[in-house]
């Protein structure tokens, strides 16, 4: 895969230069598109090529992608992470993560720059909540019924873009993805660390992952199999308890002992409300809101990828347990633990 190009969306996120390590890794053309006011902090290589895609205006965004092409060449590829995981009101989850998914597919086409394969970083939250009476895997043929805002507004993205005749998706529904960089894990091995172990609900939860850097692994291996009009569920194939994902995380940190207690659903439900709404009148995101309390109370997160082992004969290189040693390594290294 020498010599391709690559365009990655979304390329100043925890995610996406993680992609756009791998590519440039892999010898790509990297071209990074990210907003003039994102940070650069993980993209300082020199050979990565960027990009501020005007996705408000479509038509500024079809001069841009012309220009770029007539001089440089098609993408053979596209990787599209860009997108919401939380926001300040319902409508900009859809004008983000359908909205403008669809303004970038719809100028590619207009200008006959279609890649060979366009890869949509949707989310196992398109799913909703699994069996959570006889904890069955969640398999890629169930029917999606999210019960997020977030999930929903990824499952309509999904839904178009497979409406399109001949066009060469992938789609690529991770379950939690964790590494490097990545800030909403952090918060968790950060409260570990303190001596803390908190978690929502009584009922058994059943929780899977997937190391950030498996993930671009088995993403450029699709690529380079000429794969395309199929989704994956993606996670390492293991299954944990938050007990054994605090166990690992303790014996990465080196901690003997720590303070776990479970909140009540009935209580963690309007805190969540309250915490939104708040932050809501201040102008301002909430990590904890009404989207965060619903992926809390689902049970079973676990996943079936056989269709992965299938096509590509995927085997993680990272378990939890190295992935987390890993995680917690970089943390340390950078300040950040």
């Avoid at 100043?12 to 992609?19: M, R």
């Avoid at 409508?91 to 394969?117: G, H, M, S, W």
Wanted: aromatic letters at 12%; a positive charge; one cysteine or more.
């Amino acid at each position: 895969m020498v010599n391709k190009r690559v365009l990655i969306t979304g390329a100043s996120g925890f995610i996406g230069s993680t992609a756009v390590d791998k590519a440039l890794e892999l010898g790509f053309e990297t071209w990074a598109g990210i907003r003039k006011s994102s940070s650069r902090e993980f993209l300082k290589d020199e050979r990565i090529k960027f990009i501020d895609l005007n996705y408000n205006h479509p038509e500024a965004m079809k001069n841009q992608l012309t220009e770029l092409i007539n001089k440089h060449g098609k993408f053979h590829y596209i990787i599209h992470i860009a997108g919401l995981t939380k926001a300040r009101h319902t409508t900009e989850f859809y004008n983000v993560n359908y909205l403008q998914t669809r303004k970038l597919v719809d100028c590619l086409i207009e200008i006959d720059a279609v890649p060979q394969t366009f890869v949509l970083m949707s989310s196992l939250s398109v799913m909703g909540a699994g069996d959570e009476i006889n904890y069955t895997p969640i398999k890629i043929d169930d029917e999606p019924k999210p019960d997020t805002v977030y999930g929903k507004s990824k499952l309509k993205a999904e839904n178009w873009i497979k409406s399109l005749n001949n066009f060469p998706y992938l789609i690529i529904r991770p379950t939690g993805v964790y590494g490097p960089r990545d800030k909403d894990y952090f918060i968790l091995m950060k409260t570990i660390k303190r001596g803390l172990g908190v978690s929502a609900g009584f009922k058994k939860q059943i929780l899977s992952f997937i190391y950030s850097e498996d993930l671009l692994d088995l993403i450029f291996k699709l690529l380079d199999r000429g794969i395309t009009r199929k989704e994956y569920i993606v996670s390492d194939g293991d299954c944990y308890t938050d007990i054994e994902f605090n166990r690992i995380v303790m014996e990465a940190l080196k901690k003997k002992n720590i303070l776990s207690f479970k909140i009540p659903l009935f209580i963690v439900r309007p805190a969540a409300f309250i915490s939104e709404k708040t932050a809501t009148i201040l102008g301002r995101v909430s990590t904890f809101n009404s989207d965060k309390y619903r992926i809390m109370k689902q049970r079973n997160w676990s996943c079936d990828i056989s269709p992965l082992q299938k096509d590509i004969d995927f085997k993680p290189r990272f378990r939890l347990k190295e992935g987390v040693n890993k995680t917690i390594e970089w943390y340390k290294e950078n300040g950040w633990l």
